[in-house]
């Protein structure tokens, strides 16, 4: 049984599906997160990532915006579904019930 | 630009769209397309090409695969790959001592195969090599049979009257001794010309750097030059349509080919055209090479070749006294062939075995190496295997794993092993007298020797321990419970399996080195030290300068002695054949005797016995060259009481016999001594001979002055007789070489394999040597307890070894006339030396386990 957690790599490539909205394909997916996150994260990896996730079941898929310099080949669009919506709400409950937490007084010594 | 659009590697898309999983391919291979056009934007094309195949190979993963639930095999490489390099890296010495075993043994078998290759290529290089015969000729009489690579000239023209399936014909000779060629002030001797006719090239293919094959030859006083030869005489110039002038006749050149490669019999520096049409109207024997229109046409044709021979060569035959048949040989077995008189250079069938036994043995040795140097540190992996099965592997996965492990270190030895030969192959090249060339390795006939040795040691030996492995009951291996020990029969019996095949080598080497003694330093009853033998110019002009040259080197103050030698009368050569009237006790025959000419410093110069009679002298020369000589055994043959009342009738001459010489070998020890007739004649002098003291170069300095002085454009050209007559025994010396370094290298890697077994089986017993140490053993009693195990295996390897080596040598020597008698001797040294040199390489863990701390020892595990 695969388990249904969003690991933290899984999340960004999520959140990035979400930004570029209808043109959420593997290749500019890696692109966006490279230029948000300043990682030099590579295609493969990320290419893997959402295999993943829409084994999952966070994200659906289908084939469109074919290009002349894909050798005329379509792209995977990936839009988030409703279970990856429900995932990323909950990881950023869970994170924003965790910042609530830490006492004010942490901070003023960092 | 659009017209030539950049595409990503074809190989590597279709790769792609291989293994790819249909329902992800239309998307990444969109993918990878556009991270192509981009890097192409961005930088140069062959990077972007590169970059794509590596993509291509990266997303070779689980998910992307094909039928992905099915391959875990295929993905598990990885992790047997690693886990591979792990313990190979932990067992350094281990592993070292197998790469090193294998490294050797894998680069002597890969310079073997590549002379046996290069053996079995022989005239393999012609277009219609499956459709050209060589027809030859036996002789049968009396005294002798002999084979001779010549036929008698017209048979060509005859066999292509006669019979429609024989396409096409030509007769090829070879130009007697050295001739001098010479163009624009450049005069060599040339040994390697043929005078053949125009048909040549309709038989034999040559790839043509200029000149038309069809017309090259057609016209008298053509020659074709091999481009060494084009060069050597006119260097940068354009030779066709030059003349070049061949023993005192200008020929033209009308073709260059490229040099025909070192794997043919047929090996020549120029072609020169025969004069008349056919080579019969000028000369009566020679060797004949013939082409039928379909291979098939071969089968049952000796019958025609009865029907020819009997036809025209009958009638000769009752006249001379001899029966003569005819052979035929394909063009491609001629190499093996049987030997032949006048003979191209032969190949030898034996060496060849010999030397693919001895590959093959290397080969097995380090292949029993590896065997049992991975048996004996499997208790370690066995732990490992049991936690893989208990994780849930396979058998079959598990044996994957060794074999990964296996094909690992054999690729590795298989990488050294090829750099190592490529360095030694110059000195194969030299002891064989080959020229085999580096590039073979990359060649396609070298690529079954490398998926050999991958196969022969990868899965073959890499499949015992694998087996073994995989079949153990994991928890017994998680225990610990199954030892080594377990095992013993079959480790001790490799030990017996490779020690058998060094010992054998070593016994043959033994012997092989005790004949090649007897061969080259026995007596041959002539004595050969000292002698120059100068070429004499195949000129008959200046036939008659030579006595005048000869006395005046007589004359100088270093020569004690010289002589002028006929045709083929210097020892070592091909004696002539010729037909002689006899008389014995049962009245005249016709019989064919083996014959030199000698003038009547022959018999003192080589020192030859002399039994009766009184030697050739001057006088006898100057007259009418009507006294002979006969040895031994052909009076012996004869019956002769009284061999001076006897004459030998040849044509219209009579010859009287003065003197009769003792038996000497005229030729190899392989052969026995035959009847021989020494006529005195100096009329066509083909050597001139020179015993001297001591050479040196100003001596040689002298004697080219007066050559010069009475034959001034002449090249002054010499071998010593020690070089012909160790010439003779080539292919013994080459074996003797080649065994000796391979026997050396087999007992290195067998110890190699003894050191590392020996280590192991001490450290399982340090516990026990503590015990036996503390209890009172002493350092001998310690070191037996070692050391006896391994030499009485060695020792059953003898007994093993011992009859198959004597099998062997036996079938060896049967071919030489004269052979050592093998004795204890042969067995016993060599068996000796091995047990000498393993007990050194067992000497540094017995010292260990005598002079280790007792207490220490007691507290190992």
Known sequence: MKGTNLGEFEELVLLAVGILNDEAYSIAITKEINRITKRKVIFPVVHSALNRLEEKGFVESKLGGATKERGGRSKRLFTISAGGKKALLRVKAQRDELWSLIPKVVFKNA | MKSKEHRPPIWADRFLEWYCDPSLLEDLQGDLHERFTHRIRNGSITRAKLLFIWDVFIFLRPYTFRGNRRVSFFFMFRNYFKSAYRSLSKNKLNTSLIVAGLTISISGFILISLYVIDESKFDKHYDKADRIYRVTTKLHSETATELTAWSDAYLGPHLKELYPEVEESVGIVKMRGKTIVSHDG??????????????????????????????????????????????????????????????????????????????????????????????????????????????????????????????????????????????????TDVHFGDDKLFDTPKGNRSSAYVFTVIALFILCIACVNYVNLSFAQSIKKNVQSGIRKILGAQPSQIRAQQLTESLLLTATSLIFAICLSALLLPLINRTTGKEIEFQQFFSLSFLPIVLFIMLAIGFFAGSFPAIYTSSLNPLDALNGTYRIVSKKWLR??????????????????????????????????????????????????????????????????????????????????????????????????????????????????????????????????????????????????????????????????????????????????????????????????????????????????????????????????????????????????????ILLWFSWLAIVIACLGLFGLVAISTSQRTKEFGIRKILGAGPISISSLIAKQFLMLIGLAAVIAAPISWYGAETWLAKFAYKISIRMEHFLLPILIILAIAFLSMCYHMFKAVHGNAIQSIKHE
């Open chain 2, 492 to 737: 001790s019996s490799l030990v017996v399996v490779q020690f058998t095949a060094c010992i054998i080598l070593m016994i043959c080497t033994k012997i092989v080195f005790d004949q090649v003694n007897l061969l080259t330093k026995s007596d041959p009853g002539f004595n050969k030290e000292q002698i120059l033998v100068v070429d004499i110019p195949n000129d008959p002009s200046l036939f008659q300068l030579m006595p005048d040259v000869k006395n005046e080197f007589s004359e100088l103050p270093f020569v004690r002695k010289s002589s002028l030698a006929g045709y083929n009368s210097v020892p070592t050569s091909d004696m002539d054949i010729d037909t002689y009237e006899v008389d014995t006790n049962n009245g005249t025959f016709k019989k064919a005797f083996n014959n030199i000419s000698v003038d009547e410093d022959y018999i003192d110069l080589f020192k030859i016995g002399l039994v009766e009679g009184r030697n050739i002298t001057k006088e006898d020369l100057d007259n009418d060259h009507s006294t002979v000589m006969v040895n031994e055994s052909l009076v012996k043959m004869m019956g002769w009481k009284h061999p001076f009342d006897q004459t030998l009738g040849e044509g219209t001459r009579e010859y009287t016999i003065v003197g009769v010489v003792k038996d000497f070998h005229f030729n190899s020890f392989h052969r026995s001594i035959e009847p021989l007739i020494i006529h005195g004649s100096n009329s066509s002098p083909e050597k001139l001979m020179v015993k001297v003291d001591k050479i040196d170069f100003e001596k040689i300095g002298i004697m080219e002055k007066i050559w010069k002085k009475y034959l001034d454009d002449q090249p002054f050209t010499f071998e010593f007789m020690d070089t012909y007559f160790n010439n003779q025994y080539k292919s013994e010396k080459a074996i003797q070489t």
């Open chain 2, 186 to 331: 450049k005069s060599f001797p040339e040994e390697l010309l043929y005078r053949v006719e125009k048909s040549y090239f309709r038989i034999f293919s040559h790839l043509w750097i200029s000149g038309d094959p069809t017309t090259a030859l057609s016209k008298p006083r053509s020659i074709v030059l091999t481009k060494k030869m084009a060069n050597k005489y006119f260097g940068d110039e354009k030779p066709i349509g030059q003349s070049i002038d061949i023993g005192g006749d200008n020929y033209l050149v009308t073709g260059i080919i490229k040099n025909p490669p070192s794997h043919s019999d047929l090996i020549f520096d120029g072609l020169l055209s025969t004069d008349k049409e056919y080579l019969a109207e000028s000369t009566f024997w020679c060797t004949t090479f013939i082409l039928f229109r379909h291979a098939a046409d071969a089968n049952g044709f000796e019958k025609k070749l009865d029907f020819a021979c009997k036809k025209y060569l009958d009638p000769e035959s009752a006249e001379t006294g001899t029966t003569f048949s005819y052979q035929m040989e394909l063009l």
